[in-house]
């Protein structure tokens, strides 16, 4: 082209500033997985089969083995719903089928295909690639809740198979590869509706099922053979003392039941038309008399096991009683298989973790009877289920064998033989409850001087501080420099699933810093750590920037000395577990951030322990992920916790306090030596009770003497309808702006209320006549609340609506999304409140000028979020987390209540857009490409050092994080910034301007000699 | 600014039903079933006791009656100077029957507030698309006196004899609207509207395209004219 730059440097300095605003708006192939990450799980495993059946000796099968090795693969179904395939040796999920919102009540393998049953429907997949061959509906009439269950018919001999599925009502036996169907049975479930169960067992000639209808306390007992629908027995049993068929287990001719009292009842299935117990004499064979906690098949010929607190035994159970039981002890936590003739035994002492043997002994002897120990960190818990397999090795001669196991929290194990781990995948971070980003640590001492202090006393521990800092960077280094050559060794662990060094211990911060070596803030505090908890009690931080697991942490349960209720707690010792809050939740607090350097952050979960009902509180440095102290079992029930706003400064300290409130109105802080900040007065808080539709608020403050908070109740609203779902302003978002400039100058100003509450509930709706068909409609109505005056700000019903309703609150508006059941489509509506004279307190504010708009959402919706930035300035974003896995950044400026019919240029000037019903969906505002997230149950915004972007990341069965920049990176030069160029020319400006003033100067002087 | 006017003039309205209304003036067969609700409030902590009625149109919007019915005694009036003294909220509670069981809401004042501003206070009663009680929220008559935790009573500087006996309050409903819908209708006719605006406009001018466009299209064919005309030269200079 041949420009000539020096002609023209100042316009195409102009020029190019021009070109540097505009960002680009597509994503290049190689720009996937620079700012973002996914990670995809599948859940907590419920069923689990291998690809070939266990113990198989046909030569045509083992040979198939040899050949497909690489392509072995196990398949499982799980509590998220999916039905997935997983790599045996490489742990990938090779496909993955979300079903429908109902549990899997089971899959099997048969004939090469694999078969799962879930709501009423029978499902047969091509086991290579995931497709569904056919899908038939085991019963024509549609029920709320399905209980199903399947069975596969194999028989050696002879080459038909036959697939059985049967709901509480009809049985259907499938032809495995053509899903025709050979016959089907009508099953008599009694009167019990929808809440019949079922289950069935193969039988050497046929299958037997077994239905149970609690109402009536019936069970009906049906025997099949291949060949016809025609039952060859059929017999009622009374059980009326059985609460659930989940309290049995069934055998090839035995059913097994345990009684209220946890003595064992049994019935064959072949003759018996009633439960026997035990006779005493036997049941002394067995080395324990009970009370038995849970009865389990496993695998073998009519062998049960039976578990205690203390212990389990295996036993032969056969209900006519001609062989008496032959027990075995098995000390507590032990876990017995039968596959074939290989007999698999894993023994654990205490709480799991390092102390785990597996012993593999056989009759045959092709299988090396061997006693191997399998070691996994203990922050995985108890082993909860096994699943072995055995495949003949290459030649033919012996037997191998692989067992995959569930730990209690949810991880998914692989061991070979030798008890090498071949992989594990971090199933529980498909849990996850709650969220919380903390930044890393940084060299930042501004924070590190107590306010208030004396010049002195400021400077000491200024200078404390930073050879503290110094100190700890020496070590730092040091231990780079030693733990060089074994982190390259380690870097051959793949990406998501890294190898896992034992859990550090407490004592010796040291060995945690190999892994913390890259935790060091960056320059826009883009890189943080996600702590979070998930709903089976564990603990671990995300690292934001690659998504890899820092630090694992189970929450340990408090020591048992603690419970003033020893007896009752003893009694369910090994039931006990940490679960999540009544309410689903399990809030993370940080109570010391990591600004306070030599002071480690501190961070706490509030869970409960499920035998008790009592709240646990545990603390932990979120960054190390070593547990501070030990967990805390409270007395007392809680309302409410909360963190106090401002961190108390007594002993340089820094914490700040959780406040708790019990349900007697007693104020308790967290921890109990800290004092409350100064100048601390009270405080308003609030508690929902979903159960009672009550909202309630409360005061507390501080007593005459000080020392002693009080509470009281202020105000109490009864909502009457159940609570849907509830939304808050984040206690530390930050609004630019108060108010709004409209087109003619005035300004409109922001109804600014921190202590907004937005509350969706649902009622019938008495306004809309019913539909023909169908239910009758459903309302939703949207309140805001004033939770500090217990004042409705605003209250407006959406007739012939219904969930799932999704709130977003943030400044001075509320978005939410809701299901308009008569137009048949889903809705956005937008909320915006403007002060109405002038700002007010909050305790007699007139109320608000609400505008609303509504728009038509075309296409389902899960979830809403709304992105947050440091200072606010930076436009806001909705993001909403699409059914069809896409998280969609749509702009704030779409959804105005005050974008008008007909656009004025008064409006123009203002910037709004005219009013469209139907908000745009565009590819290029998912955020997420082509990377699909299924079952989203949150997203969390993170405000980061950079004004323009915020972290967004998605939990729920898959993760994701990325980086959202609603205005573009308007405070960020691009990568390929041409420096070199503008700096020539800015130093060309000023020689040129030094010059021209020189020679102006000169023609000035040579004018006035003139 | 439209609506800011709208709604100050709404609230206007409202206030000033409120003062016109008495308590004798409405018919119950106009407009349908009057609902009464007892007020209690609480002058010495854990004891509520009666303070007026609350008379509510169910499925009128926003016309709510209070009658005082419990003149405050001396007694009552030292209690709330107590409160006041304290630094404490005054609490007063709506009961209302849900089945058999009677359940209640409340709200509060700072008591300090309340006897600064003279027993003026405003009754808000929050009630569901139903018709049924959601909450009673109390605010100042005056609320740019309050003072809230700040306020201060000095022991002995005010007298039982110098303060009303009497709540002057002014009661008010508020019910759920109807929430926004997506506005198609409006919208479709605008779009219709400006369909025919343009159909119009259209028809106006039906002259053919080259009439219409002529002083487009004539320089373009004068330029690819002279174009033409010079080209034989310039390839024949380049052939040679």
């Known amino acids: 082209m041949g420009i000539n730059k020096n002609k023209f440097s100042f316009c195409m300095l102009i020029f190019l500033l021009f070109l540097q605003m505009y960002s680009v708006l597509a994503l290049y192939e190689d720009e996937i997985g620079k700012h973002d990450w996914t990670r995809?799980?599948?859940g907590r495993v419920q069923h689990l089969e291998f690809d070939l059946p266990a113990g198989t000796t046909t030569r045509q099968r083992s040979q198939q083995l040899q050949g497909g090795s690489s392509s072995r693969r196990l398949f499982v179904a799980t509590d998220h719903n999916v039905l997935a395939?997983?790599?045996?040796?490489?742990?990938?999920?090779?496909?993955?089928?979300?079903?429908?919102?109902?549990?899997?009540?089971?899959?099997?393998?048969?004939?090469?295909?694999?078969?799962?049953?879930?709501?009423?429907?029978?499902?047969?997949?091509?086991?290579?690639?995931?497709?569904?061959n056919y899908e038939i509906s085991v019963q024509e009439q549609l029920e709320a809740k399905f209980a199903g269950s399947l069975a596969c018919h194999e028989d050696p001999d002879d080459d038909r198979s036959l697939v059985f599925a049967s709901t509480?009502?009809?049985?259907?036996?499938?032809?495995?590869?053509?899903?025709?169907?050979?016959?089907?049975?009508?099953?008599?479930?009694g009167s019990g509706e929808n809440h019949s169960e079922v289950t069935s067992f193969p039988n050497p000639d046929g299958l037997t099922v077994v239905t149970f209808d609690p109402t009536a306390g019936k069970m009906r007992l049906h025997r099949f053979g291949t060949e016809s629908g025609v039952a060859k027995r059929t017999a009622t049993v009374k059980a009326e003392w059985l609460t659930s068929l989940q309290r049995c287990a069934i055998s090839v001719s035995t059913l097994a039941c345990l009684d209220p009292a946890g003595s064992i009842r049994l019935l064959s299935l072949s003759s018996g038309s009633d439960f026997k117990p035990l006779p005493p004499s036997l049941a002394e064979q067995l080395g324990h008399a009970g009370p038995w906690q849970s009865v389990e098949e496993i695998g073998g010929q009519d062998l049960f096991q039976l578990t205690t607190n203390s212990g389990a035994v295996v036993a032969m159970l056969d209900a006519s009683l001609a062989t008496g039981p032959t027990g075995e002890s098995l000390p507590a936590g032990s876990l017995l298989r039968y596959r074939g003739q290989v007999r698999f035994l894993l023994r654990q002492q205490g709480d799991g973790g390092g102390g785990v043997t597996l012993e593999a002994s056989s009759s045959s002897s092709l299988v090396a009877s061997n006693k191997i120990s399998l070691s996994f960190a203990s922050h995985h818990g108890r082993v909860s289920q096994l699943y072995p397999v055995t495949f003949v090795r290459k030649g033919g001669s012996s037997y191998g064998y692989r067992v995959v196991m569930t730990t209690r929290d949810a991880d998914l194990h692989a061991f070979d033989d030798t008890g090498e781990r071949q992989w594990m995948r971090e199933e529980s971070l498909a849990g996850i409850v709650s969220v919380e980003a903390v930044?890393?640590?940084?060299?930042?001492?501004?924070?590190?001087?107590?306010?208030?202090?004396?010049?002195?006393?400021?400077?000491?521990?200024?200078?404390?501080?930073?050879?503290h800092h110094f100190i700890h960077v020496l070590q730092h280094l040091m231990l780079c420099w030693r733990a060089r050559p074994a982190s390259q060794a380690d870097s051959l662990g793949e990406f998501g699933y890294p190898d896992?060094?034992?859990?550090?211990?407490?004592?010796?911060?040291?060995?945690?810093?190999?892994?913390?070596?890259?935790?060091?803030?960056?320059?826009?505090?883009?890189?943080?750590?996600?702590?979070?908890?998930?709903?089976?009690g564990k603990l671990a931080a995300l690292d934001s920037a690659t998504g890899r697991s820092v630090w694992r942490l189970m929450i340990p349960m408090p020591a048992a000395a603690a419970v003033a209720e020893g007896t009752a707690a003893d009694s369910a010792?090994?039931?006990?577990?940490?679960?999540?809050?009544?309410?689903?939740?399990m809030p993370l607090y940080i109570q010391r951030t990591t600004a306070h350097f030599p002071l480690e952050p501190m961070a706490t979960v509030l869970c409960r322990d499920s035998s008790t009902g009592r709240p646990v509180l545990f603390s932990f440095n979120p960054i190390t992920g070593i547990g501070i102290g030990l967990a805390q079992r409270l007395q007392s029930r809680l309302l409410q916790a909360l963190l106090v706003p401002q961190p108390s400064h007594d002993n340089g300290q820094y914490i700040r306090p959780l406040m708790l409130l019990s349900d007697t109105l007693q104020v308790t802080l967290y921890p109990a030596k800290t004092a409350l900040p100064h100048g601390f007065k009270s405080l308003n808080l609030y508690t929902i009770d979903r159960d009672n539709r009550l909202l309630q608020g409360y005061r507390l403050r501080l007593t005459e003497q000080q020392q002693q908070m009080s509470a009281i109740s202020t105000w109490r609203l009864a909502l009457h309808e159940p609570i849907l779902v509830t939304a808050a302003r984040r206690p530390t978002e930050q609004v630019h702006s108060v108010g709004r400039v409209l087109g003619n100058r005035h300004v409109l100003y922001k109804y600014l209320n921190p202590n907004l509450l937005a509350v969706a509930t649902l009622a019938k709706d008495m306004v809309t006549p019913a539909p023909q068909i169908g239910d009758a409609y459903t309302q939703i109505t949207i309140w805001l609340i004033d939770t500090v005056s217990g004042r409705v700000v605003a209250s407006a019903t959406h007739h012939h609506s219904s969930g799932p309703v999704s709130l977003v609150h943030s400044e001075h508006w509320l978005v939410y999304s809701l299901w308009n059941q008569k137009q048949r489509r889903f809705q956005l509506s937008v909320w915006e409140l403007f002060a109405g004279n002038g700002l007010r307190d909050c305790m007699n504010a007139t109320q608000p000028i609400v505008g609303k708009q509504s728009y038509i959402l075309p296409a389902p919706v899960q979830h809403l979020a709304v992105s947050q930035t440091e200072r606010g300035i930076t436009a806001k974003s909705v993001l909403l987390a699409l059914r069809s896995g896409g998280i969609m950044e749509l702009s704030k400026a779409f959804l105005d209540p005050r974008r008008p019919f007909d656009m004025t240029p008064e409006f123009q000037e203002e910037g709004l857009m005219p009013y469209h019903p139907e908000v745009p969906m565009s590819t290029q505002a998912i955020v997420n490409y082509n990377q699909s997230l299924h079952r989203v149950e949150g997203m969390v915004t993170v405000p980061t050092g950079l004004e323009s972007t915020s972290l967004l990341f998605v939990h729920g069965t898959d993760l994701f994080c990325t980086r959202v920049q609603p205005s573009k990176m308007f405070d960020v030069l691009k990568a390929d910034f041409d420096y070199a160029f503008i700096a020539a020319v800015t130093i060309g400006m000023i020689i040129g301007s030094f010059v021209t003033q020189r020679l102006a100067a000169r023609k000035a002087l040579f004018r006035l000699w003139s | 600014m439209g609506l800011k006017d709208i709604i100050t003039f709404a609230f206007a309205?409202?206030?000033?039903?409120?003062?016109?209304?008495?308590?004798?003036?409405?018919?119950?067969?106009?407009?349908?079933?009057?609902?009464?609700?007892?007020?209690?409030?609480?002058?010495?902590?854990?004891?509520?006791?009666?303070?007026?009625?609350?008379?509510?149109?169910?499925?009128?919007?926003?016309?709510?009656?209070?009658?005082d019915e419990a003149p405050l005694t001396d007694e009552d009036v030292l209690s709330l100077i107590k409160l006041a003294e304290a630094r404490d909220i005054y609490r007063a509670r709506v009961l209302f029957k849900v089945g058999n069981k009677v359940e209640y809401v409340y709200g509060f004042v700072y008591a300090c507030d309340l006897l600064h501003s003279g027993l003026r206070d405003n009754l808000t009663l929050a009630f569901n698309s139903h018709g049924s009680l959601v909450g009673l929220h109390l605010s100042l008559t005056d609320s740019s006196k309050a003072a809230f935790e700040s306020c201060t009573v000095k022991s002995g500087h005010l007298s039982p004899a110098s303060l009303p006996r009497v709540f002057i309050s002014h009661a008010a409903a508020l019910r759920p609207v109807q929430g926004p819908a997506p506005e198609t209708q409006i919208y479709i006719a605008r779009v219709e509207e400006e369909k025919k605006r343009k159909h119009e406009a259209e028809q106006g001018d039906n002259r053919p395209l080259v009439m219409?466009?002529?002083?487009?299209?004539?320089?373009?064919?004068?330029?690819f004219m002279v174009m033409s005309a010079q080209d034989p030269n310039a390839q024949g200079g380049g052939g040679s």
């Open chain 1, 40 to 42: 995809q799980f599948v």
């Open chain 1, 85 to 132: 395939a997983i790599g045996l040796k490489s742990s990938r999920i090779i496909w993955r089928h979300f079903l429908e919102d109902a549990p899997v009540n089971g899959i099997k393998l048969c004939d090469g295909a694999l078969f799962s049953m879930s709501n009423g429907l029978l499902r047969s997949w091509s086991t290579s690639r995931g497709i569904l």
């Open chain 1, 168 to 189: 509480a009502r009809r049985l259907v036996a499938v032809a495995p590869l053509t899903g025709a169907l050979e016959w089907a049975a009508n099953l008599d479930a």
């Open chain 1, 439 to 467: 930044d890393l640590p940084s060299a930042d001492e501004d924070e590190l001087v107590t306010p208030g202090g004396s010049v002195f006393s400021s400077f000491a521990q200024r200078l404390s501080g930073q050879v």
């Open chain 1, 500 to 536: 896992e060094a034992p859990a550090p211990p407490a004592s010796a911060a040291s060995s945690s810093g190999s892994g913390a070596g890259s935790l060091i803030r960056d320059e826009f505090n883009l890189h943080k750590l996600l702590v979070v908890a998930t709903k089976d």
């Open chain 1, 573 to 585: 010792r090994t039931e006990a577990r940490i679960e999540p809050l009544a309410d689903g939740q």
């Open chain 2, 13 to 67: 309205a409202i206030l000033f039903s409120v003062y016109s209304t008495t308590a004798q003036s409405i018919n119950d067969d106009e407009f349908g079933q009057v609902l009464q609700f007892t007020l209690e409030h609480e002058l010495v902590k854990g004891k509520f006791t009666k303070r007026g009625i609350l008379s509510v149109h169910s499925y009128s919007s926003e016309h709510v009656l209070y009658r």
């Open chain 2, 212 to 223: 219409k466009y002529w002083m487009y299209i004539v320089p373009v064919v004068l330029v």
